[in-house]
Structure formats: structure tokens, C-alpha cells
């Protein structure tokens, strides 16, 4: 199962830790994903429904549904479910090497998010790696296409 933490107890570091909505994936969660399998086993920390709700709005496709499609991916080694953009307590019980993210993290809501994790990871070497934004696609404008 994709989902247990003893995947992660059990799988192959280094650990490259991903999070997204993935509500609908696209071609930019692609890159950034090609990009963390770079830097090792690919974990993601996928927002459950109640998390987007806060965050983004309901999603379009359950938490289940968006679970069951990045499953399917083969960059993918293990998914584990996200509550909030706080990412820290995430960081700290798994203690991931890198973190991989957007760059467009470094202004606006996830600014925040963004300095908490590279403070955390510091505490034990681990890196936050902020991957160029894929010009021209947003799960959000995407959204705003099929309503």
C-alpha cells in the first residue's frame, strides 16, 4: 500500500518529499516530479479534502480519486495524506532530505510555509529546492476552464 508509513520506514533514502493538490494533475506536477526523482525516492504529501477546503476551495476530485491517479505514476514511491500548509510536523516526523516545491512558494499565502520548512530541514541537513513555476498552467485556472 502507497499509503503506509512503513513504506517510508522501509524504502530508500535519500527521500525527495513533493506536496500537491493534484486537483487535476497536469504537465507542471510532472516536471516537478521528474525533478525530485532526481534527488531520490519521490514521496508525496498529497492535501487531503479538508485541507484544499481551507486552502484552495472544494476540490474537484476526491482526496481517493486525486490518491488513486498519482499511484499510478512510476516516479512515484509513497503518498502520505497533508492537513495544511504547515508542513513542518511533516518534515520533522520523516525528516526528508529535500523538499521540492514550485518557486512560486517564495510570495504570497505559502511565503510563510516556505521559510518554516527551510528552517526545520536545517535542523538535520535537509535541503528545500525550489523548482521553476511551469509558465502557463495552474490547477486553479484549469478549474475556472471546465466550471
Not at 21 to 28: F, K, L, Q, R, S
Not at 86 to 104: A, I, N, Q, R, T
Amino acid at each position: 500500500n502507497i499509503m503506509k508509513e512503513e513504506f517510508i520506514k522501509n524504502n530508500k533514502r535519500p527521500f525527495a518529499f513533493v506536496t500537491m493538490c493534484a486537483d487535476p494533475i497536469h504537465h507542471g506536477h510532472i516536471n516537478i516530479l521528474h525533478e525530485a526523482k532526481k534527488y531520490g525516492s519521490v514521496i508525496i504529501g498529497l492535501m487531503t479534502d479538508s485541507a484544499m477546503k481551507n486552502y484552495k476551495g472544494n476540490p474537484l476530485l476526491s482526496f481517493q480519486e486525486r490518491l488513486k491517479v498519482l499511484a499510478e505514476l512510476k516516479s512515484v514511491s509513497g503518498i502520505i495524506p497533508i492537513e495544511s500548509i504547515d508542513f513542518v510536523p511533516y518534515l520533522e516526523k520523516f525528516k526528508f532530505e529535500y523538499f521540492l516545491h514550485g518557486d512560486d512558494w517564495k510570495q504570497g499565502a505559502q511565503k510563510k510555509s516556505r521559510e518554516s520548512a527551510i528552517l526545520a530541514m536545517s535542523e538535520w541537513g535537509g535541503k528545500v529546492i525550489d523548482v521553476p513555476y511551469t509558465e502557463g498552467v495552474s490547477s486553479s485556472d484549469l478549474k475556472k476552464g471546465i466550471n
